[in-house]
């Protein structure tokens, strides 16, 4: 019988999850700093919440690399990992108010304050396009053209 070592899988799983979101265009913070700085600037920022839970980050990722390839898309693009940077997550979620923690979920701010949200109950159990249908109209009312 073939033994796994389950954190070694995990450990592929997890950088997997982050190469993906990664070469989509997003940029990874990993620390409450970095989240700090980023949402300090002027402008729109999409956060995606990535997850390795389930089926829902199979759909949100996916989501999250096609909804950009848009007319109007956020400034930036940024990501962190929850269950992984969990002081990154924690700091991200304190600017989502009034939305509770949820993974994978997308966030949209303008300068540091949080707009909207697509929740994990809007992205588990459904397409990515429609998750993309979501994410892009919140780009139409909320962001500049490209």
């Known amino acids: 019988m073939m033994s796994i070592d389950f954190n070694m899988f995990m450990n592929d799983v997890v950088q997997q999850a ?8 997003y940029t ?6 970095e989240v ?9 920022t999409l956060v995606m919440v990535n ?7 199979g759909i949100a990722r996916p989501a999250a690399a096609n909804a950009i390839h848009f007319d109007k898309r956020p400034d930036q693009l940024v990501t962190v990992f929850a269950g ?7 700091k ?7 939305y509770p923690p949820s993974s994978p ?17 809007e992205i588990e159990g459904h397409d990515p396009m429609s998750v993309v249908s979501k994410l892009q109209q919140a780009f139409d009312e909320y962001c500049e053209e490209v």
Do not use: N
């Not at 990874?28 to 700093?33: D, F, I, Q």
């Not at 700090?36 to 729109?44: H, I, Q, S, V, Y």
């Open 84 to 90: 992984q940077d969990k002081d990154a997550t924690a």
């Open 36 to 44: 700090e700085d980023c949402l300090a600037k002027e402008g729109t």
């Open 18 to 25: 982050r190469k993906e979101i990664v070469a989509a265009g």
């Open 51 to 57: 997850s390795v839970c389930g089926c829902a980050g």
């Open 28 to 33: 990874e913070l990993t620390t409450a700093e």
């Open 92 to 98: 991200a979620r304190s600017y989502f108010e009034g």
């Open 105 to 121: 979920s997308f966030a949209l701010l303008k300068d540091g304050k949080i707009l909207t949200m697509v929740e994990r109950h």
